[in-house]
């Protein structure tokens, strides 16, 4: 369990940290038409990312321990 819970904050804090510093995702809504939300991305990106990367040192640490 604490070897998943390790990838899975590793992984979703890079695809998160992808998004949050560079304009993927803003080219993206434009192209859909959603260009009204991306002002509103900082305000999940930074907490999202914020959020697996405490999941994955608690993954790390729980998996050192095992």
């Known amino acids: 369990?604490?070897?998943?819970?390790?990838?899975?904050?590793?992984l979703g804090g890079?695809?998160?940290a992808i998004c949050c510093f560079t304009p993927i995702l803003v080219i993206?809504?434009?192209?859909?038409g959603?260009?009204?939300?991306?002002?509103y991305l900082d305000l999940v990106l930074?907490?999202?990312?914020?959020?697996?990367i405490v999941l994955a040192v608690v993954g790390f640490i729980k998996l050192r321990h095992e």
Request: hydrophobic content about 70%.
């Open 28 to 32: 993206i809504f434009s192209a859909v």
């Open 1 to 10: 369990m604490s070897r998943k819970m390790f990838k899975t904050g590793v």
């Open 34 to 39: 959603l260009a009204a939300a991306i002002k």
């Open 46 to 52: 930074f907490p999202m990312l914020a959020m697996f």
């Open 14 to 16: 890079i695809v998160t």
